[in-house]
């Protein structure tokens, strides 16, 4: 509607400042001739809005206008409340500033708009972090931060998984990424997109120097090459198991990452694939006991062989001090 375009021009030259027709025409997904028609509207209405044609042209206000209009429907008013997830803010430091923002929004709100922004505080709430997902190192995002918006480079002390001793890399940020309740930094290295967790960052300096980006690449861009290097990382060892009706539920959640195809249930049993990197990797599998059985390949059926028999051994050994050893010093 029209109406919305014209306030969707006011509040974005109310935030950038002078903006481009054509940049503003390919935002609002319209022609350039629509826009200049759209300033002449607000301008017939009394903002005071103008362009300048030419290379260094735009479209801008008027210096010192300002209008109290937040332009917010009803489900956009909800959205923002929905926004206050709980986790991401606290990381970075920005809890107490998240709940001033909201509590500036809603006095700006239409009043018919504000008891619904109120229930939907209290009636939805976002937790980003997984069941059981275990006690999570502390992190401290000051250093990361600094880096990301001051446009510098950044010397990193970094522990890879796996690896006993931090290497030490040079890397210039795009951003920090917040996935599944866990931080990463998104950084060229050498040219090249990588992703560094940030529990794993020993030590953090901002260097002098500015960051050099590749062109036209942004946070979410570079974001996306890596997230598909991750989930469609290829190689990996086919895996065909069985899983009992009575754990199939749990068995995919916990396995959700390494599945590669749905579950074909015949009678008690399901069948299934999944994709392992490595034959140890099979071991996990053992949490499920006698409810899971791998029907192959056989290197992966004789690995958990192997540790089943381990387990077995440790658990059939007599631990030196115990009742049954005492009982057997005593009839020497």
Same mark, same amino acid.
Do not use: C, N
């Given at each position: ?6 306030? /969707? *021009?006011?509040?974005? &030259?109310?935030?950038?400042?002078? *903006?481009?027709?054509r940049?503003?025409?390919e $935002?609002l997904?319209?022609?350039?001739r629509? +826009?200049? %028609? ?9 903002v ?10 735009? *479209?801008e ?16 008013? %909800? ?14 430091g &920005?809890d ?5 923002a909201l509590?500036?929004v809603?006095?700006?709100?239409p ?16 937790d980003?972090?997984? =069941?059981? @997902?275990g ?8 250093v990361?931060?600094?880096? +990301?918006f ?6 990193l ?9 931090p $290497? ?31 529990d794993?960052v ?9 960051? $050099?980006?590749?062109p036209?690449?942004e946070?979410?861009?570079? =974001? ?11 190689? @990996? ?12 539920? &749990?068995f ?7 599945? *590669? ?5 015949? @009678?008690? =049993?399901?069948?299934?694939?999944? /994709? ?8 996990? &599998? ?29 658990y ?8 049954e050893?005492r009982r057997?010093? @005593?009839?020497?």
């Amino acid at each position: 509607m029209k109406s919305d375009r014209l306030l /969707s *021009i006011l509040l974005l &030259l109310q935030t950038r400042g002078r *903006i481009p027709a054509r940049e503003l025409a390919e $935002r609002l997904e319209v022609s350039v001739r629509t +826009v200049y %028609r759209d300033v002449e509207a607000l301008s017939t209405s009394g903002v005071p809005v103008y362009a300048e044609r030419g290379r260094h042209g735009g *479209i801008e206000l008027l210096a010192g206008f300002r209008t109290d209009v937040t332009g917010l429907t009803a489900d956009e008013s %909800r959205a923002l409340f929905i926004l206050a997830a709980q986790g991401a803010h606290a990381a970075l430091g &920005l809890d107490a500033a998240l709940g001033s923002a909201l509590r500036k929004v809603m006095a700006a709100l239409p009043a018919p708009h504000r008891p619904a922004a109120e229930v939907t505080s209290r009636r939805i709430l976002v937790d980003a972090t997984r =069941w059981k @997902g275990g006690p999570q190192p502390a992190v401290d995002l000051d250093v990361l931060q600094d880096a +990301v918006f001051s446009d510098r480079r950044l010397r990193l002390r970094y522990r890879h998984g796996g690896e006993q001793e931090p $290497r030490t890399y040079t890397v210039d940020p795009y951003g920090l990424v917040s996935k599944a309740g866990v931080w990463y930094l998104v950084a060229d290295r050498r040219g090249k997109p990588q992703l560094f967790r940030a529990d794993r960052v020993r030590s953090a300096t901002v260097l002098d120097d500015a960051v $050099r980006r590749r062109p036209g690449v942004e946070l979410a861009d570079a =974001w996306e090459v890596l997230r598909r290097q991750v989930e469609e990382r290829p190689g @990996g060892i086919d895996v065909i198991v069985r899983v009992r009706r009575d754990r199939l539920d &749990l068995f995919l959640r916990l396995m959700a990452s390494s599945l *590669i195809s749905l579950p074909e249930v015949e @009678g008690d =049993w399901a069948t299934t694939r999944l /994709s392992l990197g490595v034959v140890g990797e099979a071991r996990q &599998l053992l949490q499920f006991s006698d409810r899971v059985e791998v029907v192959s390949p056989p290197e992966v059926r004789e690995e958990l062989a192997r540790a089943a028999a381990s387990v077995t051994a440790l658990y059939q050994r007599v631990r030196p001090g115990s009742e049954e050893t005492r009982r057997s010093a @005593g009839s020497l």
